[in-house]
Structures are given as structure tokens and as C-alpha cells.
């Protein structure tokens, strides 16, 4: 029975929106007037707001069918149901079979039936998913469907698409009262999506790092996959690991020399020789005796291998067949027996199978042929690898074989009786198993582990040959008492999983485990430290902050900020790096012991979250920033996707939560939170929080600034850490935002068990100009202190004014720039944060306008300004150098803010004024009345507003 619209896992996160639609009055659709757009569908591979797997978030635009229920359509339900029959087994919100179906009932919207119609036929293309939602989008009509997609399947992928572009379609023909035509399409999807899967090996190895708690990540489309993280990295395809020693698997390719060398260590193995002409390989039977096996000198799966050759014709026809692709082909003696297969892991034998040739089975009745198709119908067979089982090809090979025992397609067995298609027994021409591990003898055991260690891998499968696998096996010479003769027929590197995973007949092995554990025995890390850091201000600097302290404790850190990618301290990738894509980059970075990563809205709402699980979580504060993008409206939304990073912390985790802050604070109650972070660790720039005084109460750990000094509490105990004299940037305690960004960081390097003694000598040191490049940067320029900053909202830029003020004094001047993308009221809130603070202001736009027109910008902001502050003196400038060089002069030695879009530019603008770093530790005196006027500016831009105010004191 399949249960659709229902996650079995519990996954249900997404808040729905409610559906805001006022109806019109129904109309009839007639031909060409249904029709469901999709306009946009991004992949979310990291855990997300929805699930903690993957998931794909399509935009559908209703059009006509905008405002329309499923009940103003007489017929429609039964209809899709007709064509979709397991649609009357969804849940929906119901939490019942048959819940999807009443919904139709009492009237849906047409978002809602396009993503059940997507997930039914997502599981008629063989991707079983459950979890879907439908979410209003902001406007009549336009909805967000999300539909979860299979763990491992390729972000890449077009199926997600072609399957909601389908369920449209679908939908859209029920209503014109057409029959669908699915089978065709879904055929096609199908075998994409056949082709697309994990092997089986592959899936199996996923399967069983993901149960031991390894992070596991596909590579692309490829059947490779990474686990774990940072120094703990490893790569493994099928049965291949980073491990697998190159040479093994050449001598595992080269017959003769795999043979060569068991014979060299005493393992018996069928004698036998290279033949380079037909010529040779009929002179090899006649010196071997027959019957002879020959077979490819390089070959896997058994393909091209002839078994029982007798005649010097056959052996001929034999060599053309394996010596096909131009090298020669071996000749050996054929040895009696059964066929075995022995796994060998890290030098010890994990699984055993008796491999079985394919087969059918008559019932007096059915031809051959139609026993096959009966037998190809498992749904465990599949093409290649791709399942458990491959199916069986009636080929030349099969019909040869046939027609060696008096039989051929059209034949009609007896019942009962067992027909043999192969002479082989090899799974890739559609073999099966029977699992006998426990019954392998200690001598077969003995030779295999033997075999493994000669060629020299840690993944082996060794073909053998014998009677009973279960008896003694005899090793050279004359054996010893009741040995039976045997002998190794080959060594494969890159052995296949499926015939111990899932045999025909017996146990299953968890040989997938055998390998994950080799490559992680039990108690090693797969992990290194992974802190994640999240808010609307100070991530950069926290993030920063963080891998110094972990630096300067000795460990080799990776970071993602907002401007660029480091390992060990150098930049490796220079782009705006806080999306899940720089995460990834760090974490398969094998050099690093700590991962540090700032985590933005953007990257989560679009992509989800980079890592599987934090061992801390940071949440500096959530304010109004970013509102109107991606589909967040308000803070409330804002609060749904930054609280993902606070969830996502392993079991025993911390999460550090500003305390100041109360939607943050109360992040803390989230049941996921509870569920998963052992420690809460609150911090605070108030004495006397009451968030604080309760969660000290109850024996939760704390950090404060007190009396001038960063201190921790934990329960009635209290440690200072270091006076804010010491902490670069931070103006002995004037700069409030930096004390509350060293606060969240020494919480965080604390819960990772860095000691009060390495956080103390690593804060001291971290100075802004070589730790925290343009954030809080002091320069000297034309006599006055520049202050570089990157703050881009109203609370950020506020705490910036203030800060210049407390410090300096005087009459400050800014040269600002804001980015095109926040909200027009948003904007607004952050000029008017500016013009708080600042008497006179040059206002520059980026190169990069994000969708504004030329000018929209300038004309937004001054407006505000104006507003907020009338007669402030505003000036104009193209980009940043000119208006930080009409900002300087302007200030005549007065302090100067300067906003800034891309560091590298603001650079290139205190270049080339000679800008040069301001002395350490010199904070001079505000300048007075007695310095000079500013001198006529010479730019072509006009005063938009009368002189500057001077001596106008800033609010607050």
C-alpha cells in the first residue's frame, strides 16, 4: 500500500501559509483555457525548512484556473482518480488513506491536486517519496509547491521538473475531459530515473554510513560517493575506496598476473596460458586436456567467457569471442565444482555465496521464452547493476546453450524441471545467489584472506571453485587428509555487494557495513567540528572570530563568509560564500580539524542547509533585513528559515542564542531545539537579562559583560575571561556590537572545550585589519580617521553611527551605498539610520544595481534622508573612490563612515588616497571647532540640500 502526502519520518516543518484567494464566479472550462504554468524549481539538498532531506520547491502560476475549486468541475475527482488509482490512498492533511480524495470532495485548489498528481506518479517512475505541501505564494493563483525528492538522487536531475510539467498536464486534460496518455511518458522518466540511481553497492554503502551517523554526499551523477567531513573524508565508488591500493586492482585486471602471483604463494589456481591466435588457443587445449575454460586476458562479469571447450573448432570460436577487443585471451583448465564467492574486507572474510547460473524452472504449460518474462518480472531484476538482480537475455550465448541441451526458445520444459540459460554463473547475465558465510571452512577462509593479501586490496572478491565450500581445501601437492581439490578462478577488485545484500536463497550480509567500518573502524571520527553561525549582523565577524580562536588553539580551520572561502587562513575561493555550496567546499576540504561557516537566509532558502548537522549553532540576532525576497514577508518568516541552523545541531549539540535579542531568545523553546542541543548557552551586553538570571538559576551557562569584562557564568560559578580593553575593534567597550560578536564566539569555541586560556591570548590578537578585513576597519585618510564597514541594514548602521560617535565625536561624514534588493521600505529604515547619525552624506550606487534602474537607488535613499533629517547635506558620486574622496574632503578631519559593496573596490577607493592603517591602540580626541571648513567640493554632482550642518548634534 502506498501512503502519499504523508511523511513517514515526521518531517512536517514548513509553516503553510494561509491561501488568500477570493473566488470569481465559476466558469466551464473549454478547450485551451485551463492552464497551469511553472514558472521556477530549485533543489534544497541540505536539510531545509521542510524536511531534513532533499526536497524541490516548484512556482506554479494558475492563470485561468486561479480561484477555482475541484468541486466547480463536475467529474474531475473520479476522473483522476480513474487514470490514477493510488491517488485514493494519500493522506493529505486527513492523516488517513482516502484524506486526499475528501479534500477534492469539499473543493481544493488546483496547486494542491498538481502536487498529489506529482507524487503518485513520482512513485510510478520507481521514486518513493512522501512529503509534499502546497503554499500560497504572495499573490492570487500563484503557489510554492514543495515535493520531496529521493535521498541521494542527483540535485542535477531533471525529473522533478518533467514530473510536475507531467502532473500539469495530467490535470489539465482530466479537466478538458481527455484521457491522459501516461504510460509513454512515464516509461521514459522511468528510465531516467533507473539510470540516475545509486547502484545498488553504491546505495547500500550510503545506506550504511548514513546508520553509523557519517555524513554521506554524492558526487554529481557518478556512483561515488563522499563521507564525513574535513581531515575525516572519504571517497568511495561501489566497492572501490580511496583505499584500494591502484596497483591491486591492475593485477586484479591482469589475469596472468594475478595468476602469476597465487601461484607464486602457493594458491592453487587452474593452470593455464596466453593464446594470441586461434591457432594458440586450440595448440593450448590439446596440451591442457580438455574440457578448458577461455576467456578475455582483461574482462569483468563474466562477459565473453566460454566454459567446457573441448574441440579445437570450439576453441577457436572461443578465442574470437573473448580476444574480441584485440588482446589475447586465456586458456586454463576447467576445474569441477561449484562456484563461490568470497568476500574479503580489511583481510577478513565477511561474506560467502554459492553463485547459480540463470535459470527457469518449467510448468508443463510455458515455453522458454515465457518463463523468462515470468522470471524477468521480479521487480528485484533490473538492467545492468541497477537492482538486486539483473535480467536474463535471451542472447546468443543463452540459445547456444540451449540448443546444447536439446532445447531452444519455443521448447516447453517439464514441470519441474530446472533449464540452465548460462553455463556461467555470474549475476550480470542473470545469476543468483544462496549466502553460505557460516558455512565456509577455515581452510577455504585461509586461502582467500591469503589471495586478498598477495594482489593487495582491502575490498576483494575471490572467485573459487570446489566441490563444498563447506570441506577442506587442498593447497598444492598431495593435499591432506579428506581435502577436495579446488582453486581460485580469479580475483575481482571493485567486487559487486548485490549477491550478499539481497541473495536468492539465505541470509543477507551487511557487507556494506564490513566496508564503511574499514574505512572508519569503530570509535574513529568521521567528523570534525562544524560551527555554524546565523543572524541578520555580525556573522561575518563571529564566523571570523570563531576560526581565529580555534586557530590559535592549534587546529587548521575552515571558514565561509561573505567574502570568500578560506582554509588555514588563506583565501581559496573569493565570491559571497555563505550558501551551502561554500559549506560543502569546506567540509571537503581533507586538510581541515574545524569547519567554521556562515550561514545566510539566502543560501537556506534556496539551496537548504550545506552540512548534515552542527556541533554548534550561533544565532547572533534576527532583525528586519532581507524582507520581500525569496518569498519571507516578515520577521516571523524570517525567524522559520533562520531557526533551521538552531534545529539542525547533533544529538548533545550547543546552541548559542543572543539573549538581548527576544525572538532569538526564544528560539530556545522550539521542541527541536530541546530535542537536540544538551546545552543552551544564552549571551548577553545587559546585567541583569532576565533570560539570563532564569537560565542561571536552572544551572545553564552564560556569558556576560560585567563590570568591563567578558565573563562566564556557569551555575553559581563565574570565570572572567578578559577585559574589553582587550579585545581589538572593540574601543574599550564603545563598540557594543563588537562585544556582543566576541560574546557569541567565545560561547561557541567554549562549548567546543577550547580553554578560557587559548579564547583570552586569541581575542587579544584578533585585530580588525588583519582579522576582520572591512568590518569595523580603521584607516587614516586626510588628516581623520575612515571607518570601513560593510553594515547594510538599519540596526547595523545605527550601531555603526553610534559607535563613530561615542569614539570620535565631532561631525562625522558618510559615503554610503545600499544594495538594490532590500525592499523600498526597508531602504528607507536604513537612510534614515544614516541621516540619525550623520549630518552629511555621500550617497553612491554599486555597479551592481540588483534590478534597479540607474539612479532608483540615489533617489530612494536621499528621499529618506531628507525625510528623516531635513536640511542634512547630501552629495552625489559615481561609485566608491569618488565618493569616498568627496566624503574625506568634505570632513576636513572629521571622522568618515565608509559603506562599502565589494571589499576589493573599497580598496582600490583608500588607495588611492593614500589611506594607510590607523596607529594601534590611538583613539585621538574628537576634532573641534577650531578645524577649518571643509573646502568647496569640486564634482559635478550638485548639493541636492543647502551646506552641510555643521555642529548639528546626532540623535541619541
Known amino acids: 500500500m502506498r501512503l502519499r502526502h504523508r511523511d513517514p519520518r515526521g518531517h512536517h516543518r514548513a509553516r503553510a501559509r494561509p491561501v488568500l484567494i477570493t473566488a470569481s464566479p465559476p466558469i466551464r472550462p473549454t478547450l485551451g483555457e485551463c492552464h497551469v504554468r511553472l514558472d521556477d524549481l530549485r533543489h534544497l539538498s ?49 492523516g488517513r488513506p482516502g484524506g486526499f480524495l475528501e479534500a477534492m470532495a469539499r473543493g481544493t485548489y488546483f496547486g494542491h491536486v498538481t502536487e498529489h498528481v506529482a507524487l503518485e506518479l513520482s512513485s510510478l517512475v520507481g521514486r518513493d517519496v512522501y512529503l509534499g505541501r502546497t503554499m500560497w505564494a504572495g499573490a492570487d493563483g500563484r503557489y510554492d509547491v514543495m515535493t520531496e525528492c529521493p535521498q541521494d538522487e542527483p540535485a542535477q536531475s531533471s525529473v522533478p521538473a518533467e514530473l510536475l510539467e507531467l502532473a500539469i498536464t495530467t490535470v489539465e486534460h482530466i479537466l478538458l475531459q481527455r484521457i491522459p496518455d501516461l504510460p509513454l511518458e512515464l516509461a521514459r522518466i522511468a528510465r531516467v530515473v533507473e539510470r540516475e540511481r545509486l547502484g545498488v553497492s553504491t546505495a547500500a554503502l550510503a545506506g550504511a554510513a548514513r546508520r553509523r551517523g557519517i555524513p554521506v554526499r554524492r558526487v554529481g551523477r557518478l556512483s561515488m560517493l563522499r ?16 583505499q584500494t591500493s591502484v596497483i591491486g586492482v591492475d593485477i586484479a585486471a591482469d589475469k596472468m598476473l594475478a595468476k602469476q602471483l597465487l601461484t607464486d604463494a602457493g594458491i592453487p589456481v587452474p593452470d593455464g596460458v596466453v593464446a594470441w591466435s586461434a591457432a594458440d588457443a586450440a595448440g593450448a587445449l590439446g596440451r591442457l586436456g580438455g574440457p578448458v575454460v577461455i576467456k578475455p ?6 562477459a565473453n567467457v566460454t566454459v567446457g571447450v573441448t574441440t579445437a573448432a570450439a576453441a577457436a570460436a572461443a578465442y574470437a569471442q573473448a580476444a574480441a577487443g584485440g588482446e589475447g585471451a586465456i586458456v ?11 568476500l574479503v574486507v580489511d583481510g577478513q572474510v565477511v561474506a560467502a555465496a554459492e553463485l547459480r547460473p540463470a535459470s527457469v524452472t518449467g510448468d508443463g ?45 519455443a521448447s516447453v520444459p517439464a514441470r519441474g524441471r530446472l533449464v540452465t540459460l548460462r553455463r556461467n554463473a555470474n549475476l550480470s547475465t542473470g545469476g543468483t545467489s544462496r549466502d553460505v558465510t557460516d558455512l565456509v571452512h577455515e581452510d577455504v577462509a585461509d586461502v582467500c584472506r591469503r589471495a586478498a593479501a598477495v594482489v593487495g586490496l582491502d575490498v576483494c572478491g575471490i572467485d573459487v571453485r570446489l566441490a563444498d565450500i563447506a570441506a577442506p581445501m587442498r593447497c598444492g601437492g598431495a593435499g591432506h587428509g579428506g581435502a577436495e581439490p579446488g582453486a581460485v578462478i580469479e580475483i575481482n577488485a571493485c567486487p559487486g555487494l548485490r549477491m550478499h545484500l539481497s541473495p536468492a536463497e539465505g541470509a543477507p550480509r551487511d557487507v556494506a557495513g564490513a566496508v564503511i567500518d574499514s574505512l572508519y573502524p569503530p570509535g574513529a571520527p568521521s567528523r570534525v567540528p562544524v560551527v555554524a553561525v546565523t543572524g541578520t549582523n555580525g556573522k561575518t565577524t563571529t564566523v571570523r572570530m570563531i576560526g581565529h580562536i580555534l586557530s590559535k588553539a592549534g587546529m587548521r580551520v575552515g571558514m565561509s563568509t561573505t567574502d570568500g572561502v578560506y582554509s588555514g587562513g588563506r583565501l581559496v575561493y573569493d565570491a559571497d560564500a555563505s550558501g551551502p555550496r561554500s559549506a560543502d567546499m569546506v567540509l571537503d576540504d581533507t586538510s581541515i580539524d574545524a569547519a567554521v561557516l556562515e550561514t545566510a537566509r539566502g543560501g537556506i532558502i534556496r539551496g537548504g542547509l550545506g552540512y548534515d548537522q552542527a556541533d554548534v549553532a550561533v544565532v547572533t540576532n534576527i532583525t528586519a533585513d532581507h524582507l520581500g525576497a525569496d518569498g519571507v514577508e516578515d520577521l ?15 544529538e548533545g549539540g550547543t546552541v548559542v542564542l543572543n539573549a538581548d535579542d527576544p525572538v532569538v531568545a526564544a528560539l530556545a523553546d522550539r521542541p527541536r531545539v530541546r530535542r537536540h542541543a544538551s546545552v543552551i548557552r544564552y549571551f548577553s551586553l545587559v546585567n541583569g537579562n532576565p533570560v539570563i538570571e532564569r537560565h542561571r538559576q536552572a544551572g545553564g551557562l552564560a556569558y556576560e559583560l560585567r563590570n568591563g569584562e567578558l565573563v562566564e557564568f556557569d551555575a553559581d560559578r563565574e570565570r572572567a575571561l578578559l577585559s574589553v580593553v582587550e579585545v581589538p575593534g572593540a574601543f574599550g567597550g564603545l563598540a557594543p556590537h563588537v562585544i556582543a560578536n566576541a560574546l557569541a564566539a567565545v560561547a561557541a569555541c567554549r562549548g567546543l572545550g577550547v580553554s578560557a586560556k587559548d579564547i583570552r591570548r586569541a581575542l587579544g590578537t584578533f585585530t580588525p585589519g588583519e582579522s576582520n578585513p572591512g568590518r569595523g576597519h580603521v584607516y587614516l585618510a586626510g588628516g581623520g580617521p575612515v571607518i570601513v564597514d560593510y553594515g547594510h541594514n538599519a540596526v547595523a548602521l545605527d550601531a555603526t553611527g553610534r559607535m563613530i560617535s561615542d569614539v570620535w565625536g565631532g561631525e562625522p561624514v558618510a559615503a554610503i551605498t545600499l544594495p538594490g534588493d532590500r525592499r523600498d521600505d526597508l531602504v528607507a529604515r536604513s537612510a534614515e539610520a544614516v541621516a540619525a547619525w550623520f549630518g552629511r552624506v555621500v550617497v553612491y550606487e554599486d555597479a551592481d544595481k540588483r534590478g534597479r534602474r540607474p539612479g532608483e537607488m540615489t533617489g530612494l535613499i536621499t528621499a529618506a534622508m531628507r525625510r528623516a533629517r531635513p536640511g542634512i547635506g547630501l552629495a552625489t558620486a559615481e561609485g566608491p573612490q569618488a565618493a569616498l574622496r568627496i566624503a574625506v574632503t568634505m570632513a576636513a578631519g572629521h571622522p568618515v563612515l565608509f559603506v562599502y559593496e565589494k571589499l576589493a573596490m573599497a580598496r582600490q577607493a583608500l588607495e588611492a588616497l593614500n589611506a594607510r592603517p ?39
Open 365 to 409: 504449460a510455458s515455453d522458454i521464452t515465457q518463463l523468462v518474462d515470468v522470471v524477468n518480472a521480479d521487480p528485484r531484476r533490473g538492467e545492468g547493476h541497477s537492482r538486486e538482480l539483473t535480467k536474463i537475455k535471451l542472447d546468443e550465448r543463452a540459445l547456444a546453450h540451449l540448443e546444447a541441451q536439446g532445447l531452444g526458445p
Open 297 to 302: 586476458l582483461h574482462g569483468s562479469h563474466g
Open 918 to 956: 590607523w596607529p594601534a591602540g590611538a583613539v585621538p580626541p574628537a576634532p573641534t571647532d577650531a578645524v577649518p571648513p571643509a573646502p568647496p567640493i569640486e564634482t559635478p554632482q550638485s548639493w541636492m540640500t543647502g551646506s552641510p550642518l555643521r555642529g548639528m548634534k546626532a540623535k541619541g
Open 46 to 94: 541540505g536539510p531545509n525548512s521542510f524536511s531534513t532531506r532533499p526536497v524541490t520547491v516548484a512556482r506554479l502560476e494558475l492563470e485561468e484556473l486561479t480561484g477555482r475549486k475541484t468541486t466547480e468541475y463536475p467529474g474531475f475527482a473520479g476522473r483522476l482518480t480513474a487514470a490514477l488509482p493510488g491517488l485514493a490512498e494519500h493522506h493529505c492533511a486527513a
Open 227 to 242: 563521507l564525513g567531513y574535513g581531515r575525516c573524508r572519504r571517497l568511495v565508488c561501489a566497492a572501490l575506496t580511496e
Open 636 to 650: 516571523d518568516e524570517l525567524v522559520e528559515v533562520k531557526a533551521l541552523v538552531a534545529e539542525e545541531v547533533r
Open 332 to 342: 586454463e583448465k576447467f576445474v569441477p565444482g561449484t562456484d563461490y564467492r568470497v
